[in-house]
Each structure stands twice: as C-alpha cells, then as structure tokens.
C-alpha cells in the first residue's frame, strides 16, 4: 500500500484531500506544520496557527489516520520572509504563496514527508497533475490547471520543479469548490464550513508596513503626479499599428522597458512613508485628496525614495505591453519544452492569481525571455511571476524584471 503525508492545515480542501486518498485505499498520514511565530503587525483574529492546529487534529481523528506535527518556521524565514524583506527593500514586490510552495512545502515539508516513509506528498491545491511517458521512456510530469476556474491554483505553483512534482498529488484538483464543502459536510469533517484563510501563505492578513517595518525603515518621501499625457510613454510603443502586429523581438524588448520618471515629469501632490511600501497599482494608503479621480501608484523609486502616481483607472501609466525575464529566473516546468535562445512562441499568460489567461508571444534571447501581450496588461508589477500556459498545462514561468 502506496503511503501518502498530506499536509493538513486546518482548511476544508486539505480535509477533503485527506479524505479522498483514504477512500482510494492509499496509507494516509497527516502532517500539520508551523511556519510562523511572530506576530508583528499581523491583524488579530486571522485564523491563529492553533486554531489551525486543533482543526487539523481534529479532521485527522475523524478520519483515523496518524497525525504528526512539525515546526517549520525557521526555514520559513530564512527561505520565505526573508526573501520578502529583501524584495520590498529592492522595490519589487514578491509572490511569497509561489516561494513557499517551491522551497517549503515541495522541498523542506517534502523531506519531513519522505521521512515518515512518503511515497508521494499531497495538498489542498486546485491543480491537477499528469504523468507521460517520453521518448526515452522516462515520466514526464503536467502540472494542469483546476477544473474550477474561479479556484484554480495552478498559478502558485509555477515554480515547481519534475522532480518536485514526481512526489505530488493533488486529490481535489478536478473537483468544484462547491463539491468540495458538500463533501466535507457528508463527512461531518470540522473544517466543512470554515473559511478560507487569506494574507501572505502562513503568516495571515498583515498591515503591510507595519510588517515590513520590522526589517525596512519609514522614511517620508514625495509623491509625484504624472500626467497622462507624459512624453514618455510614446517611445515605448510602436511608431503605428503594421509595426505593433509585426510581433517581432526588437518590438518585445521596446515594449519591455519599464517607465522611467523624473521629478520633473509631475508636480508634487503629497508625501509618503517609505516608497518600498507601496507597489504599483495600489490606490490605498496615499492620503492624498482633492482629485477629480483616485491616484493610483504608477512606479516607486527606491533609491530616491519617490513615488510617482497617476489618476484614474485608465492612465497610461498603468498600463505596458511588455515583460522582460532575466535569463537566471526563467524556469520551465517542462524542461523537454523549453525554448532556445532565438526562438519564440505563443502562449497564454498570467502574470498574478486569479488574472484570466491573456494572449502573447514569448521570446527567447541570450539575454533573457521577452513577453509581448496582444494587449495592454495593468499593473505590471516586478518581482511577481509570469507564468505561461500551453492550453490547460503550464508550462513555465519567470519573475518579471520591469
């Protein structure tokens, strides 16, 4: 009997999972980890990790499997937190959900798996996973998206590696979310109406600066206003249409290169605390008023220390057509699929979770990856990931670079 650790965490799509295995007859064992202590600047009430706990534990005994404990946290904060605090302080903002999936719970959490005798590793992602068999006869592995579209988790996990992926089962995958709590309601399991937990992977709902205070100072700084119709913007578009459709590299990388401002491109319209605090597209936490239309933050500098933010939904500075990928952090799911440096091709993208798929070409140079859009994306934002798809597979990903 094939023994399966899932990773209970006190939710109703890890119950589930659990539950599913046992019913197709796998040696199931749950294992329960704490990723996180401090609660600095964490919003009180937010699902506390021993609340999560005791669900867990008690989801476990309602099913009869054994369950372990495990404390994480260290790891979680060098391999996760860190990288955040790094990250902000950088003035990009990351993705700490894909970072965990890649180096805690696929990679330390798997290692504590395999050493309770694990012959896979399963969770609550709505993702599905299929095996091939390649031309020399080794297992490929897809990594496919959720059957429900409003909950598909494949996104968050595009960092993932075949060797990673060899271990996974996700057993709620081509399920609907719905059908998951009718489930967990049949069952009588304690999890079958309780909510889903939101906030940074582990750590819950946090103020964000105050979080980040821990490690990055407050510092007031201006905030300028661009206006729409800044200079800027017309050299990082094609001369006219024929060009734009020519879909080539040189218009890839032109259309790539983030906006550039100036003080002197706006006027000043308030201060702020720290530009590392901010991203782009925020609209939140800039205290600034009397505008015919809300501000939205349009680029930070953090050497500077210098927002810059434009009004209205539709400003062009929210708005480019282009990401470039930095050739050490492009990475491919299918390694047999990926691309060589002078190549390209189309696929669907998503550069945050829940963002439908959007149409582009990826292309391939010595320095790097290139995405062109067939149509202007909002708030690209760098440190997030790109990911692409071959229809439901996805195939790659990169963090975006500007």
């Known amino acids: 009997m094939k023994r399966v650790v899932i990773g209970l965490s006190g939710g109703v799509d890890s119950s589930v999972a659990a539950y599913l295995l046992k019913e197709q007859g796998y040696d199931v064992v749950g294992l329960f980890m704490r990723n996180w202590h401090d609660t600095t600047g964490t919003l009180s ?8 706990q005791m669900f867990a534990e008690s989801v476990a005994r309602k099913l009869d499997i054994p369950f372990h404990y495990t404390d994480l946290s260290a790891q979680y904060r060098e391999k996760v937190v860190d990288y955040m605090f790094s990250e902000y302080g950088k003035g990009r903002t990351p993705n700490p959900d894909v970072l965990c999936n890649r180096e805690i719970k696929f990679d330390v959490f798997l290692k504590e798996a395999l050493a309770l005798g694990a012959d896979y590793v399963a969770t609550g992602h709505y993702c599905r996973k299929e095996t091939l068999s390649g031309p020399d006869g080794k297992e490929v592995y897809r990594l496919l998206a959720g059957t429900d579209p409003g909950k598909d988790q494949s996104y968050f996990l595009c960092q993932l590696s075949q060797e990673q992926l060899k271990y996974a089962l996700f057993p709620i995958g081509d399920m609907l979310k719905s059908e998951v709590r009718e489930v967990a309601a049949r069952e009588k399991l304690a999890t079958a109406k309780r909510k889903d937990s939101q906030g940074i992977c582990f750590v819950g709902k946090v103020d964000l600066p105050v979080f980040l205070q821990q490690k990055l100072r407050s510092v007031k700084g201006d905030i300028i206003e661009i206006p729409d119709d800044w200079d800027g913007y017309y050299d990082h578009g094609p001369d006219d249409e024929a060009d734009f459709r020519a879909e080539t590299l040189e218009w890839a990388v032109k259309y790539s290169r983030p906006y550039v401002y100036d003080p002197s491109d706006g006027v000043k319209v308030g201060e ?12 939140k936490g800039l205290n600034v008023g009397g505008k015919p239309e809300p501000l939205f933050v ?8 210098i927002l810059y933010v434009g009004q209205g939904q539709s400003h062009l500075g929210l708005y480019r057509n282009g990401i470039y990928i930095r050739p050490e952090e492009i990475h491919w799911i299918r390694e047999d699929l990926a691309m060589k440096p002078g190549e390209s091709r189309r696929f669907s993208f998503r550069i945050r979770y829940r963002q439908p798929l959007q149409t582009g070409i990826l292309f391939v140079n010595h320095d790097g990856a290139y995405i062109l859009f067939d149509d202007p994306q909002r708030g690209i934002t760098a440190g997030q990931f790109a990911a692409w798809y071959d229809g439901e597979e996805l195939v790659g990903s990169g963090v975006i670079n500007g």
């Open 298 to 305: 349009i680029a930070t500098d953090v050497e500077r220390n």
């Open 45 to 52: 009430g937010d699902c506390p990790w021993y609340d999560d």
């Open 272 to 283: 702020h605390g720290g530009a590392h605090f901010y991203t782009i597209g925020q609209r």
